[in-house]
């Protein structure tokens, strides 16, 4: 049988986890990360486009960089109705 230190080493591990899960979902939906590739998918993009001398490669590469903002915008919502219909089935 375990003893009463080891629940509450084991209740403060868990609780360590859970605060780390919080801070990972939290930079995972947060607007910094999205802006920081959105830029850095234009940089790569425009310097591709200039390298295979592309016409108006700084126009094209906002193309994919804004596709990508929508995306992550368009996935709250997916994920909200994917998770509302998986609990009504349960």
């Not at 780390?20 to 607007?31: C, F, H, I, L």
């Not at 590739?37 to 486009?49: E, W």
């Amino acid at each position: 049988m375990t003893n009463l230190g080891e629940l509450e080493k084991e209740i403060e591990s868990i609780k360590a986890r859970n605060h780390r899960v919080e801070a990972d979902k939290a930079w995972e939906t947060s607007w910094t990360r999205r802006i920081f590739i959105g830029v850095s998918t234009y940089l790569l993009i425009a310097i591709f486009l200039i390298i295979i001398k592309a016409e108006h490669p700084f126009e094209t590469a906002i193309i994919p960089s804004v596709a990508y903002i929508i995306s992550t915008l368009s996935l709250g919502l997916l994920k909200s109705r994917w998770l509302k219909k998986r609990i009504d089935f349960r």
